[in-house]
Nanobody, 122 residues
């Protein structure tokens, strides 16, 4: 049974940093492209970042480039999202997701986590 478990969310002030983690189990982690998405209250889920199986290639939502960094540790079966200079508009539930193989799309993921809430106060 595949499980993706996010952690690291919480309440922070604007300008702070957070690092989210997503621990995977039940799959051969290195064979999956991994991604982060987020869903703000009352809004649709949106793409945040994607990382290739090797970790060498990353792709970001244009609006988040420079503030967010995705990375992965295949030995630990974990993907990370480092978020800097957080803004109130970054408040959302953050989800990690997995897609088998070398995926260069956005939303067609095979597995999803249940999310972790990030709240940024002004």
């Amino acid at each position: 049974q595949v499980q993706l478990v996010e952690s690291g969310g919480g309440l922070v002030q604007a300008g702070a940093s957070l690092r989210l983690s997503c621990a995977a189990s039940g799959l051969t982690f290195s064979t999956y492209t991994m991604a982060w998405f987020r869903q703000a209250p009352g809004k649709e889920r949106e793409f945040v970042a994607r990382i290739s199986r090797s970790g060498l290639t990353t792709y970001y939502a244009e609006s988040l480039k420079g503030r967010f960094t995705i990375s992965r540790d295949n030995a630990k079966k974990t993907v990370y999202l480092q978020m800097n200079s957080l803004k109130p508009e970054d408040t959302a539930v953050y989800y990690c997701a997995a897609r088998f193989g070398d995926y260069t799309g956005v939303y067609e993921m095979d597995y999803w986590g249940k999310g972790t809430l990030v709240t940024v106060s002004s």
